[in-house]
């Protein structure tokens, strides 16, 4: 079945850098894309979404880039910081995804040090 | 104020038991939906239900059953728990079906012994 997945498992930053953490999908009748932000022992927390009409949306020192035609997405992060360290998952939504809900990626970790 | 919440956070049983996890939203959402995430961290959709419609993800077991009272409750019930149901359980509610952000709760760890 198409799914959608993440290239890196664990990123690893300093500090102040910028992250960047990607997302494969392939269901390319998929019209809506959302970053969730998952902090140990809690539930996912919506960071950012866009919709398959853009190409960019910027949040508050993030940004979510969708790249239709190799279908990618990325979550930029500015600035990271040490309480930005979680697991980071994308999903894709739309009337073609299975259930009518959203399908998540597999999640990437990313770790901050001070 | 809380606007998906579950309960227990925690639940520990014994395999072939029968148990149920509670969930509420605040949020005037009309779809609510159950999530199970393994130890990879894997999020899958189990249910999603609406007043008008139950959408089950057919790899489910039928052990598992949602029941909604009304419209701001989805509640799992699970029998004969079996020791591959550990996981960490998550509702969820939207406004809308699959194109609108999805609002979580914060889990039920559930442990089957």
């Known amino acids: 079945g198409e799914s959608v997945g993440l290239h890196l498992p664990t990123l690893s930053v300093q500090e102040g850098d910028n992250s960047i953490i990607n997302c494969a999908y392939s269901?390319?009748?998929?019209?809506?894309f959302i970053w969730y932000k998952q902090e140990s022992g809690k539930g996912p927390q919506f960071i950012i979404d866009?919709?398959?009409?853009?190409d960019k949306r910027q949040g508050q020192r993030v940004t979510v880039l969708l790249n239709k035609t190799v279908k990618h997405l990325s979550l930029q992060i500015a600035a990271t910081q040490p309480g930005d360290s979680a697991v980071y998952f994308c999903?894709?939504?739309?009337?073609?995804?299975?259930?009518?809900?959203?399908?998540f990626g597999k999640g990437t970790m990313l770790l901050v040090s001070p | 104020d809380t606007a998906v919440s579950q309960t227990p956070k925690y639940l520990v049983t014994q395999m072939g038991n029968d148990k149920s996890i509670k969930c509420e939203q605040n949020?005037?959402?009309?779809?609510m939906y159950w999530y199970k995430q393994d130890s990879k961290k894997f999020l899958k959709i189990m249910f999603s239900?609406?007043?008008?419609?139950?959408?089950i993800n057919e790899t489910v077991p039928n052990r598992f059953s949602p029941k909604s009272p009304d419209k701001a409750h989805l509640n799992l019930h699970i029998n004969s728990l079996e020791l591959g149901d550990s996981a960490v359980y998550f509702c969820?509610?939207?406004?809308?079906?699959?194109?609108?952000?999805?609002?979580f709760g914060q889990g039920t760890r559930l442990t089957v012994v």
């Open positions: 999903a894709e939504g739309g009337a073609d995804s299975g259930y009518s809900t959203l399908t």
């Open positions: 969820a509610s939207s406004s809308l079906q699959g194109n609108t952000e999805a609002f």
């Open positions: 239900y609406n007043n008008k419609e139950l959408i």
């Open positions: 949020l005037g959402h009309d779809t």
């Open positions: 866009i919709r398959s009409n853009m």
């Open positions: 269901n390319s009748a998929s019209d809506y």
